[in-house]
């Protein structure tokens, strides 16, 4: 039974409401008494749905939107953005941050870019700092669409019978689990004293653990993405791991680069 403060016609665009949406708009019917409350019972199953699926059912989030079922989960841009905002606020605890890009390098270059950068800037070392971690963040979450575009790419050419928006979805939730692992693993290297590969050229105990977390972690996104594949494109065990490695592959060439680039781009309009 309707509300009795319900209106009778869409307050947005006029059209007669006969249900809770308006079929014309797609407006729900504004009824002010229990907004809230109807609010969390609406999202609460729906972060919970998409939360469950992305970390426990590789794929099913892509297969879902595939078969039209869009309403029981969180649209994959947003749950990406998302995501990708936890893991840099996160960025103390896992290190991803230009500050520790510059400790860790041990050929001294970063850190020298950065006092020279703010000698010019004509600010403390420490300020300019801040503020390059703060472009740094901005200007990497613009860029880590250059990454989800790769994985689209490389998932639509090799399943050229599907539709490139079901591609493009799996390269969002591809990415959004990535950086959840991503946080896990960089944090265990910050815990372990681990040096990323890239950092040196040395090789100490400190490089080695890096290495091998480096590899566990790539272990573990390829079997992801490897069941994902399974389930949204029905690929077989030989050819969704050909597949698998390629998407791997490119992802870690391409977000490398772009984690270069934007810590590049912070240094400079900072």
Same mark, same amino acid.
């Given at each position: 039974?309707?509300?009795?403060?319900?209106?009778?016609?869409?307050?947005?665009?006029? *059209?007669?409401?006969?249900?809770?949406?308006?079929?014309?708009?797609?407006?729900?019917?504004?009824? $002010?008494?229990?907004?809230?409350?109807?609010?969390? $019972?609406?999202?609460?199953?729906?972060?919970?749905?998409?939360?469950?699926?992305?970390?426990?059912?590789?794929?099913?989030?892509?297969?879902?939107? *595939?078969?039209?079922?869009?309403?029981? #989960?969180?649209?994959?841009?947003?749950?990406?953005? %998302?995501?990708?905002?936890?893991?840099?606020?996160?960025? &103390?605890? =896992?290190? &991803?941050?230009?500050?520790?890009?510059?400790?860790?390098?041990? #050929?001294?270059?970063?850190?020298?870019?950065?006092?020279?950068?703010?000698?010019? *800037?004509?600010?403390?070392?420490?300020?300019?700092?801040?503020?390059?971690?703060?472009?740094?963040?901005?200007?990497?979450?613009?860029?880590?669409?250059?990454?989800?575009?790769?994985?689209?790419?490389?998932?639509?050419?090799?399943?050229?019978?599907?539709?490139? %928006?079901?591609?493009?979805?799996?390269?969002?939730?591809?990415? *959004?689990?990535?950086?959840?692992?991503?946080?896990? &693993?960089?944090?265990?290297?910050?815990?372990?004293?681990?040096?990323?590969?890239?950092?040196? =050229?040395?090789?100490?105990?400190?490089?080695?653990?890096?290495?091998?977390?480096?590899?566990?972690? $790539?272990?573990?996104?390829?079997?992801?993405?490897?069941?994902?594949?399974?389930?949204?494109?029905?690929?077989?065990?030989?050819?969704?791991?050909?597949?698998?490695?390629?998407?791997?592959?490119?992802?870690?060439?391409?977000? %490398?680069?772009?984690?270069?680039? #934007?810590?590049?781009?912070?240094?400079?309009?900072?």
């Amino acid at each position: 039974m309707a509300d009795a403060g319900a209106p009778v016609a869409c307050t947005n665009c006029g *059209a007669p409401l006969a249900g809770e949406w308006c079929t014309r708009c797609g407006q729900e019917r504004i009824v $002010e008494r229990g907004a809230l409350r109807r609010y969390f $019972e609406r999202q609460v199953p729906r972060i919970l749905h998409t939360v469950r699926a992305l970390l426990l059912q590789p794929g099913q989030l892509t297969l879902e939107y *595939a078969r039209g079922q869009r309403v029981r #989960s969180i649209s994959a841009w947003r749950l990406t953005f %998302n995501v990708l905002a936890l893991f840099l606020a996160l960025s &103390f605890v =896992t290190g &991803f941050r230009v500050a520790t890009f510059a400790r860790v390098d041990q #050929s001294g270059r970063l850190q020298g870019a950065i006092a020279a950068a703010a000698v010019r *800037a004509g600010v403390d070392e420490g300020a300019f700092v801040e503020r390059v971690e703060r472009r740094f963040a901005l200007v990497y979450t613009g860029m880590t669409v250059v990454t989800i575009a790769a994985i689209a790419i490389v998932v639509g050419l090799t399943h050229r019978r599907r539709r490139w %928006n079901v591609a493009g979805v799996f390269a969002l939730h591809v990415t *959004a689990w990535g950086f959840l692992v991503d946080a896990v &693993f960089q944090g265990a290297m910050e815990v372990t004293g681990a040096t990323p590969m890239l950092a040196t =050229t040395e090789v100490t105990q400190a490089a080695v653990r890096g290495a091998w977390w480096l590899l566990l972690f $790539e272990g573990v996104m390829f079997a992801y993405v490897l069941l994902a594949l399974r389930r949204v494109y029905g690929d077989g065990v030989v050819a969704g791991s050909t597949k698998a490695l390629l998407v791997i592959v490119v992802r870690l060439v391409i977000s %490398n680069l772009v984690v270069f680039a #934007s810590a590049s781009l912070a240094l400079m309009t900072a």
